[in-house]
């Protein structure tokens, strides 16, 4: 047996009054933290501005929108479908 949601949902703590803002804020902070760390290690490889899913240059108006982008404009969408890149179909 094998369920698979495939929902990529953070760790939240059970059920509270949802008035906690700081902590919302602060994941948010500490998700673009990571965000940037990814960034910096593509710096480090040469990979940075590159696609991941089709390896084009992403769009340096898009880049400077968000530094931290993995994805070109036409791909941004799938991954952010939590489907992951290579899904693309054409038909
Ligand atoms: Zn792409």
């Known amino acids: 047996m094998s369920s698979n949601t495939g929902d990529e949902e953070p760790d939240v703590p059970g059920d509270g009054p949802g008035g906690d803002i ?3 804020l602060l994941d948010q902070v ?3 933290l990571d965000d940037v760390e990814v960034a910096l290690q593509r710096l480090d490889e040469g990979n940075y501005g590159l696609c991941e899913a089709c390896r084009q240059p992403i769009g340096s108006g ?3 929108a968000s530094p931290a982008a993995r994805y070109c404009d036409e791909h941004e969408h799938v991954a952010g479908d939590g489907r992951g890149p290579g899904v693309v179909q054409s038909g």
């Open 22 to 24: 700081g902590q919302a």
């Open 30 to 32: 500490r998700n673009d």
């Open 62 to 64: 898009r880049l400077a």
